[in-house]
């Protein structure tokens, strides 16, 4: 199946600072998906972005599906950042199956 | 009220017992899916339908298994449970989207967990 990377798998950030995530795919998709992991454990979908870019506030996403990566950009990062952001991707033989990266898990310092 | 509700959301319980975590959505979704999260893992996909009468085993379905009840509630169980069960489980839902001609899963919406812990 699909193999899916993420980096770095640890990353702290000052407030304030901005960042950049990574997750790469090993195989052509269809479905790529970004979520946050609060520090109480809900999940919340962050953006579904199988190509191109999209942004929603301080947080935006790029996925160059011919390169077979997408990026989390996290702009002047504040404390509700932290946790741990998953990427989650798709294929055509998965049949709406999602395979899930290991995470990156993120802390903001005041 | 959450769109995705989870029950129990905590649950302790005794090697061998028989456990049976639950899921109701108002998405009016057709697609469920119960992932299992182990700490420093990803999620890892237990069991999945897209709808009443389809159910599929994910990549780590044994030693469970799952109702699809109705299209909103979608069970499940834990036969005999044992230590290495004990993990956080969540329910989530999806609809299809299609992009250019190409159906996939749509956004997943996660309900808020359900942390067992077997003895």
């Known amino acids: 199946g699909i193999q899916v990377e993420q980096s770095p798998p640890d990353l702290i950030l000052q407030e304030g600072a901005n960042s950049t995530l990574r997750c790469n795919f090993s195989?052509?998709?269809?479905?790529l998906q970004w979520f946050h992991q609060n520090p109480w454990g809900q999940l919340i979908n962050l953006f579904y972005?199988?190509?191109g870019t999209k942004q929603n506030g301080r947080l935006s996403a790029t996925t160059v599906a011919t390169e077979r990566y997408s990026l989390l950009y996290i702009s002047s990062s504040q404390t509700t950042d932290s946790g741990v952001y998953f990427c989650?991707?798709?294929?055509?033989?998965?049949?709406?199956?999602?395979?899930f990266g290991a995470g990156t898990q993120v802390v903001v310092t005041p | 009220d959450a769109d995705v509700t989870q029950t129990p959301r905590n649950r302790i319980t005794k090697t061998g017992k028989r456990i049976m975590l639950e899921c109701s959505q108002t998405?009016?979704?057709?697609?469920m899916y119960w992932y299992r999260q182990d700490p420093g893992l990803g999620l890892r996909l237990i069991y999945y339908?897209?709808?009443?009468?389809?159910?599929n085993k994910g990549e780590i379905s044994d030693g469970y298994s799952v109702s699809r009840q109705a299209q909103a509630k979608f069970s499940l169980s834990l036969e005999s449970a044992i230590p290495n069960q004990t993990a956080l489980y969540f329910c989530?839902?999806?609809?299809?989207?299609?992009?250019?001609?190409?159906?996939?899963?749509?956004?997943?919406?996660f309900g808020e967990g359900s942390r067992l812990t077997v003895l």
């Open positions: 989530a839902t999806s609809d299809l989207m299609s992009r250019t001609g190409d159906w996939s899963t749509g956004e997943l919406f």
């Open positions: 195989d052509s998709v269809n479905n």
């Open positions: 972005i199988p190509s």
């Open positions: 989650a991707v798709g294929t055509t033989d998965s049949w709406g199956k999602l395979q």
């Open positions: 998405k009016g979704h057709d697609r």
């Open positions: 339908s897209f709808d009443v009468k389809d159910i």
